[in-house]
């Protein structure tokens, strides 16, 4: 399986800051890519850099067996990685107060559709986005992502059925531009075993052959059957067509995690695994009964993911927030439209 998003060395860069790819073709799909990628939006792709931090005295939900629930716990965090996990510990880091607030490692979605979240009344398994325009599936998954970070998820699995193979390379872009760890399942139905096979290598090649610039990796959706050769010839993994509906803390962490075969880097609060952690208010974590499935937004105080804050005293750290949503509401008010007329 290629999994980029799990290479410990990985991080996120925006465009012009990754290492130049070798391949000169493929640099030149790359940057015909972003040039078409900044008539989508008005918004830069922009990120925080990673910082060294620690969280003291927090309520530690690690979901790692060998270290358990710790309270008055501290978390340190350098070069996207968990260092430790302990009392007191001595660092010199900035320090973040936790105090009257749960760690838990982030919320991991592991198969979600744009359509049936957005535009709840489509049916995201006979819905085509094919007729939208590039710039609306941009505008509404970066506004979707967006409000999924601010609700504490770092991880998503964006199955792309809904979207469609058009728009493949669209929904790649808006992921990468999030700065969301996760993964695009390209769909395979009405293809034929021909397209499919260049169509996959060619998105491939173009983002996902190189050292990780990016914390996404690809995968296939469809039918087993159409499936199979490309899982034979790339190895990609196959996107379950069952969606769980879990409740637990760790169907949304470790167990997503697994599921999805990442949880060897993210899924716990483990020393030596990506930090993607989140800070979440205490009490509204117990009026849930120590789930996760009705936490919002505002019960959400911090958001790290690979060592980068993109939330922080319940404040997403996003500087063109305004823009995205913007761009992101219009996006969405076509795309229900549409939906109405089909």
Same mark, same amino acid.
Request: glycine share 8%.
């Given at each position: 399986?290629?999994?980029?998003?799990?290479?410990?060395?990985?991080?996120?860069?925006?465009?012009?800051?990754?290492?130049?790819?070798?391949?000169?073709?493929? =640099? #030149?799909?790359? !940057?015909? +890519?972003?040039? &078409?990628?900044?008539?989508?939006?008005? $918004? %830069? *792709?922009?990120?925080?850099?990673?910082?060294?931090?620690?969280?003291?005295?927090?309520?530690?939900?690690?979901?790692?067996?060998?270290?358990?629930?710790?309270?008055?716990?501290?978390?340190?965090?350098?070069?996207?990685?968990?260092?430790?996990?302990?009392?007191?510990?001595?660092?010199?880091?900035?320090?973040?107060?936790?105090?009257?607030?749960? =760690? #838990?490692?982030? !919320?991991? +979605?592991?198969? &979600?559709?744009?359509?049936?979240?957005? $535009? %709840? *009344?489509?049916?995201?398994?006979?819905?085509?986005?094919?007729?939208?325009?590039?710039?609306?599936?941009?505008?509404?998954?970066?506004?979707?992502?967006?409000?999924?970070?601010?609700?504490?998820?770092?991880?998503?699995?964006?199955?792309?059925?809904?979207?469609?193979?058009?728009?493949?390379?669209?929904?790649?872009?808006?992921?990468?531009?999030?700065?969301?760890?996760? !993964?695009?399942?390209?769909?395979?139905?009405?293809?034929?075993?021909?397209?499919?096979?260049?169509?996959?290598?060619?998105?491939?090649?173009?983002?996902?052959?190189?050292?990780?610039?990016?914390?996404?990796?690809?995968?296939?959706?469809?039918?087993?059957?159409?499936?199979?050769?490309?899982?034979?010839?790339?190895?990609?993994?196959?996107?379950?067509?069952?969606?769980?509906?879990?409740?637990?803390?760790?169907?949304?962490?470790?167990?997503?995690?697994? !599921?999805?075969?990442?949880?060897?880097?993210?899924?716990?609060?483990?020393?030596?695994?990506?930090?993607?952690?989140?800070?979440?208010?205490?009490?509204?974590?117990?009026?849930?009964?120590?789930?996760?499935?009705?936490?919002?937004?505002?019960?959400?105080?911090?958001?790290?993911?690979?060592?980068?804050?993109?939330?922080?005293?319940?404040?997403?750290?996003?500087?063109?927030?305004?823009?995205?949503?913007?761009?992101?509401?219009?996006?969405?008010?076509?795309?229900?439209?549409?939906?109405?007329?089909?």
């Amino acid at each position: 399986m290629f999994c980029l998003c799990c290479r410990p060395s990985g991080g996120f860069f925006a465009e012009g800051v990754a290492e130049p790819v070798l391949d000169f073709a493929r =640099a #030149l799909k790359r !940057r015909a +890519a972003y040039e &078409r990628r900044t008539q989508h939006s008005s $918004a %830069p *792709a922009t990120h925080p850099a990673p910082s060294e931090f620690i969280v003291r005295s927090t309520n530690a939900i690690t979901m790692d067996p060998h270290i358990g629930n710790l309270a008055e716990a501290d978390i340190h965090v350098r070069d996207g990685a968990i260092v430790n996990v302990g009392r007191s510990l001595s660092t010199s880091a900035i320090e973040i107060a936790g105090s009257d607030l749960t =760690a #838990l490692p982030g !919320r991991i +979605a592991d198969h &979600r559709h744009l359509v049936s979240e957005v $535009a %709840p *009344a489509a049916d995201a398994e006979r819905t085509s986005l094919r007729d939208m325009e590039p710039r609306d599936i941009y505008r509404a998954l970066r506004l979707w992502l967006l409000d999924l970070v601010s609700a504490g998820f770092t991880c998503v699995h964006v199955c792309g059925i809904d979207i469609g193979s058009d728009h493949a390379e669209t929904a790649v872009l808006a992921q990468i531009d999030s700065g969301v760890r996760g !993964r695009f399942s390209y769909p395979l139905k009405a293809q034929t075993a021909d397209s499919n096979k260049k169509s996959v290598r060619e998105l491939y090649e173009t983002w996902f052959a190189d050292a990780a610039d990016h914390l996404l990796d690809l995968g296939v959706t469809g039918d087993e059957g159409d499936a199979g050769q490309l899982l034979a010839l790339q190895r990609l993994p196959l996107a379950s067509t069952h969606q769980p509906d879990p409740v637990e803390a760790a169907d949304r962490t470790i167990g997503a995690a697994r !599921r999805l075969e990442i949880d060897r880097w993210v899924g716990s609060l483990s020393p030596g695994k990506r930090a993607d952690l989140i800070l979440v208010r205490s009490a509204a974590l117990l009026e849930n009964r120590n789930t996760l499935r009705d936490l919002t937004a505002e019960d959400v105080d911090l958001v790290c993911i690979d060592g980068r804050i993109k939330k922080r005293n319940g404040v997403l750290v996003e500087p063109n927030e305004g823009v995205i949503r913007s761009e992101g509401r219009e996006a969405i008010a076509r795309l229900v439209a549409m939906q109405q007329r089909s």
